[in-house]
């Protein structure tokens, strides 16, 4: 007892020491993270959507490698899916890396889905440039045999690209579809950012001179690309916002470039994003393979969006 | 099928005679014969290996003169060779199970497949030059070389280092799948002459190429095209 009491004793003398310390490191392991996981923040796992009657999406990029990045994305998206309705999914490309063979389509697609499949989930998917044109034929992609195309969502109209092959018939069908929507949101998607800070690629300034035109002309208000293996939100460009989710599978670590394009950037960690659309507002939150929501916040119609991370 | 068909060869006429509207009137012009009929092959003007690709004639000629009437025969040789692939094309397509919507990749690749063996049946003895035939091929070549030339070097590393490289590439073969397909530079896209939607132009390592999108097949190639990098 005797004992006891006095390291008891001892101990308190101890205590400002040992909560300095306690502090010191926490400080510390803080700044290292910031230093290693750039523009991360640590948060919560998946939040609710806001709207009762919103348009809530899944965007996924570069999926299709089979691995096991993959399987632990796709669970991940599934358990968001328990607080976040999503009610169909974007792909940005890249949906099957190498072989296309039919145990391909089941292992790099849909066995990771499955539970998303199962539940008659549609997926909308753009061709990336590991992806042989002929997916479009794949009803599972949601294409409906075209290589570019167009959907409507309640007051949303979503443009799909393929922007491996921008020629003159699919600058032409953008121009037509974008001229006649009179939808209240306009999202493309494609695969190839026309913006990006990504060291392996960088921005895609080719296909940005013919379609950022169009995009400005028509009032297309957001814009998702995938290709680059990491999360990018960047800048407003001339008007529009811009988002690069192309880390749902692959990972290119690191390779996120200080520039002043990036508004947040998440490159050492798989990612995908979760949308809705309610009214004037779209509300945004990217989440880890781990389940931390990394970035997410607001855009207003005309608006810059607002972040919370 | 027999509608697909149909509109398809609508389509693809419509393409090609713009095609040919744009390029007589807007793309540069070779040096050459002026009195070549349509559709006949116009004096080769090839130049010797290494050399370097000839001077557009519209800079050096104005319109009417005979560099840009040869510039017109040689395109119309172009697309009068991709009306006839087409013909093969869709002679291929009716010996086939129509293409449809499924579930089932095996039902795709099956498809890709059978067509691409229907074409190479009927295109047995297809050999390099068929389409990109020598009389024009200058003129593509200075098109991408100049497109090369006018893109900022970080630029033109980008496109050359995303090409496929150490990829063995023959006319009338099936495009490795396993493989990506190099994103085509869509400024260099609209400076070619249009095609169908059943061909596309790709870059293979320094080679231009034919590919047919359905059957997945390599039609035709133009070797040496893209320029090298400098070390």
């Known amino acids: 007892m005797v004992g006891v009491r006095m390291m008891s004793h001892s101990l308190k003398r101890f205590v400002p020491v040992i909560l300095m310390l306690a502090v010191a490191t926490v400080v510390a392991a803080a700044v290292t993270e910031q230093r290693q996981i750039p523009q991360m923040s640590a948060a919560p796992n998946t939040r609710p959507p806001v709207g009762k009657d919103s348009v809530k999406f899944l965007v996924l990029g570069d999926t299709g490698t089979g691995d096991t990045a993959q399987f632990q994305v ?9 607080v976040f309705p999503y009610e169909f999914a974007i792909m940005l490309g890249d949906n099957i890396y190498g072989s296309e063979r039919p145990q391909d389509f ?50 949303t109209q979503f ?47 080719d296909l940005r001179m013919i379609i950022e035109p169009l995009f400005i002309k028509y009032g297309v208000n957001v814009v998702f690309a995938g290709h680059e293996h990491f999360y990018e939100r960047l ?68 608006s810059r969006p607002e972040t919370k991370s | 099928m027999t509608r697909f068909t149909g509109v398809s060869l609508i389509v693809s006429f419509a393409v090609l005679a713009a095609g040919c509207a744009r390029t007589d009137t807007a793309q540069p012009s070779m040096a050459g014969n002026s009195t070549t009929p349509a559709g006949q092959a116009p004096v080769p003007s090839v130049p010797p290996p290494g050399s370097p690709p000839p001077a557009p004639a519209a800079s050096a000629a104005p319109d009417g003169q005979p560099g840009s009437n040869a510039q017109g025969a040689a ?33 795709i690749a099956d498809r890709e497949a059978l067509l691409a063996k229907a074409i190479q049946t009927l295109r047995a003895n297809a050999k390099i030059g068929d389409i990109f035939a020598p009389e024009y091929q200058p003129y593509f070549i200075k098109i991408v070389q100049d497109d090369f030339a006018t893109r900022p070097a970080r630029d033109r590393r980008a496109l050359i280092d995303e090409l496929p490289k150490n990829m063995k590439v023959d006319v009338n073969t099936v495009y490795p799948t396993t493989i990506a397909l ?31 999108v359905k059957a997945n097949l390599i039609v035709d190639i133009l070797r040496d095209v893209v320029p090298t990098i400098p070390s």
Not at chain 1, 111 to 133: E, M, T
Not at chain 1, 166 to 178: C, H, I, N, R, S
Not at chain 2, 196 to 208: Q, W
């Open chain 1, 74 to 82: 796709a669970a991940q998206v599934w358990k968001s899916r328990q």
């Open chain 1, 106 to 155: 089941a292992q790099k697609f849909e066995r990771p889905y499955k539970a998303l499949l199962d539940a008659n989930i549609p997926f909308y998917a753009a061709i990336g440039n590991h992806d042989d044109p002929n997916q479009r034929y794949y009803k599972p992609f949601g294409m409906n045999g075209n290589r570019f195309y167009s959907y409507q969502k309640k007051d």
């Open chain 1, 159 to 205: 443009f799909v690209l393929d922007s491996n092959y921008m020629d003159k018939d699919q600058q032409a069908w953008l121009e037509k579809e974008l001229r006649e929507s009179n939808a209240k949101w306009k999202i493309a998607y494609f695969h190839h950012p026309l913006y990006s800070s990504g060291g392996a690629h960088g921005s895609e300034i």
């Open chain 1, 235 to 302: 800048k407003p460009q001339k008007g529009i916002h811009y988002f690069t989710s192309g880390g749902a599978a692959k990972l290119r670590s690191g390779d996120i470039m200080k520039t002043p394009l990036t508004a947040k950037g998440f490159d050492t960690e798989q990612s995908y994003m979760l949308v809705e659309i309610d009214g004037d507002v779209l509300r945004f939150q990217t989440i880890s393979r781990r389940g931390n929501v990394v970035d997410s916040g607001e855009i207003t119609l005309a």
């Open chain 2, 75 to 107: 395109t119309l040789q172009f697309q009068t060779q991709i009306k006839e692939y087409l013909r093969i094309h869709n002679e291929a397509e009716t010996k086939v199970p129509n293409l449809k919507r499924t579930n089932d990749p095996q039902e």
């Open chain 2, 182 to 212: 190099a994103t085509f530079p869509a400024a260099l896209l609209r400076k070619l002459p249009d095609l169908p939607p059943e061909l596309e132009y790709r870059l293979v390592a320094r080679s231009l190429i034919l590919r047919d």
